[in-house]
Protein backbone atom coordinates (compact mmCIF):
# COMPACT_ATOMS: atom_id res chain seq x y z
CA UNK A 1 0.00 0.00 0.00
CA UNK A 2 1.50 3.06 -0.85
CA UNK A 3 1.64 6.30 1.57
CA UNK A 4 -1.29 8.39 -0.86
CA UNK A 5 -3.38 4.88 -0.22
CA UNK A 6 -2.91 4.61 3.04
CA UNK A 7 -3.58 8.31 4.30
CA UNK A 8 -6.52 7.70 2.11
CA UNK A 9 -8.13 4.64 3.67
CA UNK A 10 -7.08 6.89 7.11
CA UNK A 11 -9.01 9.26 6.11
CA UNK A 12 -12.11 7.49 5.22
CA UNK A 13 -12.11 5.76 8.89
CA UNK A 14 -12.99 9.56 10.06
CA UNK A 15 -15.37 10.55 7.73
CA UNK A 16 -19.50 10.70 9.51
CA UNK A 17 -22.46 10.94 8.32
CA UNK A 18 -23.30 11.73 4.18
CA UNK A 19 -19.49 12.16 4.02
CA UNK A 20 -18.97 8.37 4.72
CA UNK A 21 -20.40 7.53 1.38
CA UNK A 22 -16.87 9.58 -0.19
CA UNK A 23 -15.70 8.42 -3.28
CA UNK A 24 -12.26 7.71 -2.12
CA UNK A 25 -10.13 7.63 -4.83
CA UNK A 26 -12.22 10.04 -6.87
CA UNK A 27 -10.96 12.40 -3.69
CA UNK A 28 -7.23 10.91 -4.13
CA UNK A 29 -7.11 11.26 -7.89
CA UNK A 30 -8.40 15.63 -7.09
CA UNK A 31 -5.94 15.31 -4.47
CA UNK A 32 -2.96 14.38 -6.88
CA UNK A 33 -4.58 16.43 -9.91
CA UNK A 34 -4.24 19.53 -7.25
CA UNK A 35 -1.08 18.54 -5.84
CA UNK A 36 0.69 18.31 -10.06
CA UNK A 37 -1.17 21.67 -10.83
CA UNK A 38 0.56 23.29 -7.76
CA UNK A 39 4.06 21.98 -8.64
CA UNK A 40 3.41 23.12 -12.63
CA UNK A 41 2.03 26.48 -11.64
CA UNK A 42 5.32 27.14 -9.38
CA UNK A 43 7.47 25.83 -11.70
CA UNK A 44 5.80 27.92 -14.58
CA UNK A 45 5.75 30.80 -12.79
CA UNK A 46 9.23 30.47 -11.82
CA UNK A 47 10.08 30.08 -15.49
CA UNK A 48 8.24 33.01 -16.95
CA UNK A 49 9.22 35.52 -13.63
CA UNK A 50 12.91 35.11 -15.77
CA UNK A 51 11.19 36.61 -18.67
CA UNK A 52 9.12 39.34 -16.61
CA UNK A 53 5.84 37.73 -18.00
CA UNK A 54 2.76 39.08 -16.41
CA UNK A 55 1.25 35.26 -15.74
CA UNK A 56 3.45 34.96 -12.59
CA UNK A 57 0.72 36.25 -10.61
CA UNK A 58 -2.08 34.12 -12.42
CA UNK A 59 0.11 30.90 -11.62
CA UNK A 60 1.43 31.71 -8.50
CA UNK A 61 -2.45 32.64 -7.34
CA UNK A 62 -3.32 28.71 -8.81
CA UNK A 63 -0.75 27.58 -6.98
CA UNK A 64 -2.20 28.33 -3.50
CA UNK A 65 -5.31 27.93 -4.58
CA UNK A 66 -4.43 24.33 -5.29
CA UNK A 67 -2.53 23.98 -2.72
CA UNK A 68 -5.57 25.12 -0.10
CA UNK A 69 -7.68 22.67 -1.87
CA UNK A 70 -5.68 19.59 -1.61
CA UNK A 71 -4.97 20.73 2.30
CA UNK A 72 -8.93 20.73 2.91
CA UNK A 73 -9.79 17.43 1.41
CA UNK A 74 -7.44 15.85 3.67
CA UNK A 75 -9.02 16.82 6.75
CA UNK A 76 -12.22 14.95 7.76
CA UNK A 77 -14.96 17.39 6.97
CA UNK A 78 -17.96 18.26 8.88
CA UNK A 79 -20.86 16.16 8.83
CA UNK A 80 -23.11 19.01 8.29
CA UNK A 81 -24.57 20.39 4.51
CA UNK A 82 -22.54 23.58 5.73
CA UNK A 83 -19.42 21.23 5.27
CA UNK A 84 -20.47 20.30 1.96
CA UNK A 85 -21.12 23.43 0.72
CA UNK A 86 -18.27 24.65 1.75
CA UNK A 87 -16.19 21.84 0.20
CA UNK A 88 -18.35 22.10 -2.84
CA UNK A 89 -17.48 25.89 -2.85
CA UNK A 90 -13.70 25.33 -2.90
CA UNK A 91 -14.16 22.72 -5.79
CA UNK A 92 -15.99 25.44 -7.71
CA UNK A 93 -13.32 28.04 -7.10
CA UNK A 94 -10.50 25.54 -7.86
CA UNK A 95 -11.98 25.33 -11.43
CA UNK A 96 -12.75 28.46 -12.10
CA UNK A 97 -8.48 29.50 -11.43
CA UNK A 98 -7.40 26.85 -13.11
CA UNK A 99 -9.46 27.49 -15.94
CA UNK A 100 -8.29 30.77 -15.52
CA UNK A 101 -4.51 29.90 -15.09
CA UNK A 102 -4.80 27.15 -18.65
CA UNK A 103 -5.82 30.20 -20.83
CA UNK A 104 -3.37 32.20 -19.85
CA UNK A 105 -0.75 30.15 -19.89
CA UNK A 106 -1.76 29.02 -23.29
CA UNK A 107 -1.73 32.26 -24.68
CA UNK A 108 1.53 32.45 -24.05
CA UNK A 109 2.84 29.41 -25.20
CA UNK A 110 5.69 30.26 -25.19
CA UNK A 111 7.63 27.70 -23.04
CA UNK A 112 7.24 23.86 -22.19
CA UNK A 113 6.73 25.24 -18.56
CA UNK A 114 3.87 27.01 -19.65
CA UNK A 115 2.21 24.46 -22.13
CA UNK A 116 2.53 21.71 -19.49
CA UNK A 117 1.25 24.25 -16.87
CA UNK A 118 -1.56 24.89 -18.88
CA UNK A 119 -2.09 20.92 -19.42
CA UNK A 120 -1.61 20.59 -15.83
CA UNK A 121 -4.22 22.92 -14.81
CA UNK A 122 -6.77 21.71 -17.86
CA UNK A 123 -6.64 18.02 -15.89
CA UNK A 124 -6.77 19.68 -12.16
CA UNK A 125 -9.90 21.34 -13.45
CA UNK A 126 -11.26 18.11 -14.88
CA UNK A 127 -10.72 15.95 -11.45
CA UNK A 128 -12.25 19.13 -9.09
CA UNK A 129 -15.38 18.87 -11.74
CA UNK A 130 -15.75 14.87 -11.26
CA UNK A 131 -15.24 15.19 -7.31
CA UNK A 132 -18.40 17.79 -7.70
CA UNK A 133 -20.39 15.48 -9.57
CA UNK A 134 -19.59 12.40 -6.79
CA UNK A 135 -20.37 14.42 -4.28
CA UNK A 136 -24.22 15.72 -5.99
CA UNK A 137 -26.19 12.71 -4.44
CA UNK A 138 -24.41 13.10 -1.01
CA UNK A 139 -25.89 16.67 -0.95
CA UNK A 140 -29.26 15.88 -2.39
CA UNK A 141 -29.84 13.13 0.77
CA UNK A 142 -29.05 16.07 3.12
Known amino acids: MNE ?5 SML ?4 EGPMAGMDMMMMQKCIEACSAAEQACAMCAGSMAMGGMPVVTMCMSCAEMCNTMMRMM ?3 MPTTQMGMM ?3 SMLEATVAM ?7 CSAMGMNDAATM ?3 VCMNCADACEAMM ?5 M ?4
Do not use: F, I, L, N
Not at 12 to 15: L, N
Open 4 to 8: TTQMM
Open 117 to 119: CAQ
Open 98 to 104: CRACAED
Open 12 to 15: SEKM
Open 139 to 142: MASM
Open 133 to 137: ASMKP
Open 86 to 88: AMM
Open 74 to 76: MRP
